[in-house]
């Protein structure tokens, strides 16, 4: 009973993005959808109105045939905003990379880790890891702690106050001391970390802002601790911040 309610789920899925798929080629009515697809009407109907009341699609005057909707939009900005993230950092991040001779990455917060989206590395990095795809602890890393620092109040305190990984000795897990650290990352615009993640790497992150000015992702360079020190950190944060601006300006915002 339950396998086969599943199957129909997932069929009834699968039919939602066709009907999505339809009308990406233009308008349409229930009778024209359901003989498209080779279903009854009435199930067209169900689906449709679902979809409808989600804003994926809508109707046209009364009774009349159906069209993409505006959620549609919402949900394809974002991957947009996503995919020209990656595009337009790349070129950041390898310019950084040249410069400073480490490893340099842009991550975004998603579902309380932090995802690697992009990576350059410059002439000086030892290591061979592939950040691209890794989904990385906010508490243990310096571009976790941006993308924590900023955000909404509640949201960070609620991850913050979840059971907190110890991945060295170094790693910050009492909540009330991370939280005073991320008021003064907000405050000073970037964050550090110092064999928090592995013992021997250290990294410092700054913000990327999307068009409305929020925190869209997070700028780090790492590297070994005996080349990137406190000193060298502190050295290299006003043009990491710079890069990040000029990137946010390519996103669309512009510091006031």
């Given at each position: 009973m339950g396998n086969s309610d599943s199957v129909a789920q997932?069929?009834?899925?699968?039919?939602?993005?066709?009907?999505?798929?339809m009308l990406a080629q233009g308008e349409a009515g229930i009778t024209e959808i359901a003989g498209e697809l080779g279903v009854h009407k009435s199930t067209v109907s169900r689906?449709?109105?679902?979809?409808?009341a989600r804003g994926l699609v809508e109707q046209l005057g009364e009774r009349g045939k159906y069209a993409i909707g505006f959620g549609v939009v919402r949900l394809a900005g974002a991957a947009t905003g996503r995919m020209d993230l990656t595009k337009l950092g790349q070129p950041v991040c390898q310019s950084l990379a040249d410069s400073f001779g480490e490893t340099v990455n842009i991550a975004v917060h998603d579902a309380g880790v932090a995802i690697n989206i992009t990576q350059a590395r410059g002439s000086a990095a030892v290591s061979a890891v592939n950040w691209i795809g890794q989904r990385t602890p906010l508490h243990a890393t310096s571009s976790g702690k941006v993308l924590l620092a900023f955000l909404p109040d509640a949201e960070r305190k609620r991850l913050v106050s979840l059971p907190l990984d110890a991945y060295t000795e170094k790693t910050v897990v009492d909540g009330t001391r991370l939280l005073a650290e991320l008021e003064t990352v907000a405050e000073q615009g970037f964050a550090a970390c110092f064999e928090e993640l592995e013992l021997g790497l250290h990294a410092v992150a700054v913000p990327v802002r999307g068009h409305r000015g929020e925190v869209v992702a997070a700028m780090s360079a790492s590297g070994p601790s005996y080349r990137l020190s406190r000193q060298r950190v502190e050295e290299i944060v006003p043009a990491m911040s710079t890069a990040a601006a000029d990137l946010s300006a390519q996103l669309g915002y512009f510091a006031g």
């Open positions: 997932v069929q009834s899925v699968d039919r939602a993005i066709s009907v999505l798929e689906l449709v109105s679902v979809l409808e």
